[in-house]
């Protein structure tokens, strides 16, 4: 009998400091822009050092967690191989992506469910502009806790980067990647269905049922 695989996944984490956490629109923001740092890296390239995890992960199911910490626990993970986007207060970092049952010690004692942070200004409408942010939208029900949305997101912008023309995801890169995040209502949900050109189905490891459509993304 053929041995079943332990899954890969893409681990974050975000700084969550008990003083000013970060706001939930920024951490879905920053871990979006920091899913296509990591995977534009050089070292993420063929032939770099994080090249075999990466290929690796992205040749199975592209699997997101999204952890806390702060203090002491926040430097500890900062010393692992990923990189750090910042803005506003708000940090990401995104880690290279493991196997699941070979975590690194200081990153599985993490507490991976559960994040939910608060965002009084989270915005439910966002135009697409020439040159501008990719924006991800995210599905207004269920509603997601931050570290599912901002897996939602990553993944959305990921595959954006995939689907852009090469002059616009050159652009894009050259502006260091930033993502916009809309919260749109029930009644604009399904009309930005209809025609956005990514959309992801969640598999519904977590959170939400298989074949949930929890974001989407577009650009101009």
């Keep these: 009998m053929r041995a079943v695989e332990t899954p890969w996944a893409m681990q974050f984490v975000v700084r969550v400091e008990r003083v000013e956490p970060p706001r939930h629109s920024d951490v879905c923001e920053l871990t979006a822009t920091a899913t296509l740092h990591l995977l534009t890296d050089e070292r993420a390239r063929p032939g770099g050092e994080w090249a075999e995890p990466v290929q690796r992960w992205l040749a199975g199911h592209i699997r997101k967690h999204v952890r806390r910490a702060r203090g002491a626990a926040w430097h500890r993970v900062a010393a692992l191989d990923g990189v750090t986007v910042a ?5 990401v970092r995104a880690l290279l992506p ?3 049952d070979a975590l690194p010690r200081d990153l599985a004692r993490l507490q991976l469910e559960g994040l939910e ?3 009084p200004a989270r915005r439910p409408c966002v135009d697409a502009v020439a040159d501008g942010p990719a924006v991800a939208s995210i599905c207004p029900h269920p509603v997601l806790p931050t570290g599912k949305a901002a897996a939602a997101a990553a993944h959305a912008a990921q595959l954006a980067a995939g689907r852009m023309s090469p002059a616009r995801l050159a652009r894009w890169a050259a502006a260091g990647f930033p993502v916009t995040v809309e919260h749109p209502d029930p009644d604009r949900w399904p009309r930005l269905r209809a025609t956005a050109p990514v959309e992801i189905v969640d598999a519904g490891y ?3 049922e298989p074949n949930t459509t929890t974001a989407l993304a577009r650009w101009a």
Excluded: Q
């Excluded at 803005?87 to 940090?91: I, K, M, P, S, T």
């Design 206 to 208: 977590t959170v939400v």
């Design 117 to 119: 942070l608060d965002d």
């Design 87 to 91: 803005r506003d207060g708000a940090e």
């Design 98 to 100: 493991y196997p699941l």
